[in-house]
Nanobody, 119 residues
Framework: QVQLVESGGGLVQAGGSLRLSCAAS????????MGWFRQAPGKEREFVCA????????YYADSVKGRFTISRDNAKNTVYLQMNSLKPEDTAVYSC????????????WGKGTQVTVSS
């Protein structure tokens, strides 16, 4: 089974940038579709972006399109989320997830990393 550990969260001012990392271990990473999700206090978890195993296909929520970029390095078993032009409404716990069954849904989740954007 794959295990996921996020890092890179923190406190940043509005307009700033952060890069999150999600390190995978436990099984072959290169064949997995990966995604980032976030959950703000009092809100439901929402999709942020996703990337296919080959990096050919990427998908973004409208709220982050043009500001966030997902990428992966299969040799390092890591997926990244580059976040630019951050806004206070981006404040949330960000979690990465893996689709290990190829079902189109995510079944393995990391514990998340806190991102706080101050105004």
């Amino acid at each position: 089974q794959v295990q996921l550990v996020e890092s890179g969260g923190g406190l940043v001012q509005a307009g700033g940038s952060l890069r999150l990392s999600c390190a995978a271990s436990g099984r072959t990473f290169s064949g997995l579709a990966m995604g980032w999700f976030r959950q703000a206090p009092g809100k439901e978890r929402e999709f942020v972006c996703a990337i296919s195993w080959s990096s050919i296909n990427t998908y973004y929520a409208d709220s982050v399109k043009g500001r966030f970029t997902i990428s992966r390095d299969n040799a390092k078993n890591t997926v990244y989320l580059q976040m630019n032009s951050l806004k206070p409404e981006d404040t949330a716990v960000y979690s990465c997830a893996a689709d290990t069954r190829g079902s189109g849904s995510y079944d393995v989740w990391g514990k998340g990393t806190q991102v706080t954007v101050s105004s």
